[in-house]
């Protein structure tokens, strides 16, 4: 079965500072990897994804992340932080051979102004 | 708005009671997920439907919860005999016919169970 491990509860980043969220997962086939981001009362929305190809990935809002198969990682990262990234974010895998979307309990992000 | 819908946003039961939640999923979507989410927790998968047949369950999923989607369009899901545990946050999400499309999640379904 599929599982993904973010290990830091919350990540507190200064404004304008670089902005990493750390990912790890396991998987029994090849790793269709996402990640997702929930603001306070809204819905989960799609920030990107790795399915094959470059190693790095490009998403909304300037996030990227980058696949790295013999760490089984699939950090989150932006250059610069905004005030406005400060919520809730998941990292999910999905095992290529099924349908099920398993997800991780999720990093609080704050930017501190 | 042509995203996922779930209705309603907000249920308060009591104990025994049952309880239905639907979802309007995104119209070219053929794919609908039921997930639940507790406090502090990620979303975890109750069940999937490709059109209007269940492919997938958990065993997350008791015999107190059914969930259908007779015509392949919106779908709803059943608790009955509600109980304190069953408390949570019930999120519908729709995706395109491949297995590496992202999914579009509703705003959830709270439950709140007294």
């Known amino acids: 079965a599929q599982s993904v491990a973010q290990p830091e509860d919350q990540v507190n980043v200064a404004e304008g500072n670089p902005l990493t969220v750390k990912c790890t997962y396991s998987v029994s086939g090849n790793p269709y990897l996402f990640w997702y981001v929930q603001y306070p009362n809204r819905g989960l929305q799609f920030l990107l994804k790795?399915?094959?190809?470059?190693?790095l990935v490009k998403g909304s809002y300037g996030f990227e992340a980058e696949f790295n198969k013999s760490q089984t990682s699939f950090h989150l990262k932006k250059p610069s932080a905004l005030v406005s990234d400060s919520a809730l974010y998941f990292c999910?895998?999905?095992?290529?051979?099924?349908?099920?979307?398993?997800f991780g309990k999720g990093n609080q992000v704050v930017v501190i102004p | 708005d042509t995203g996922v819908s779930q209705d309603p946003r907000h249920k308060i039961t009591k104990r025994g009671q049952n309880v239905t939640f639907r979802c309007d999923p995104i119209?070219?979507?053929?794919?609908l997920y039921w997930y639940r989410q507790t406090l502090g927790q990620g979303p975890e998968f109750l069940t999937y439907?490709?059109?209007?047949?269940?492919?997938?369950k958990s065993r997350l999923l008791s015999d107190r919860f059914s969930a259908e989607r007779p015509k392949g369009s919106f779908s709803t899901l059943e608790i009955q005999r509600t109980e304190q545990g069953d408390s949570a946050m019930y999120l519908c999400a729709s995706s395109p016919g491949t297995t590496a499309g992202e999914l579009f999640f509703g705003e959830g379904s709270r439950l709140t169970v007294l």
């Open positions: 439907f490709q059109n209007e047949a269940q492919l997938e």
């Open positions: 790795y399915i094959t190809g470059d190693n």
């Open positions: 999910a895998v999905r095992d290529g051979g099924n349908n099920r979307l398993a």
């Open positions: 119209s070219e979507h053929n794919r």
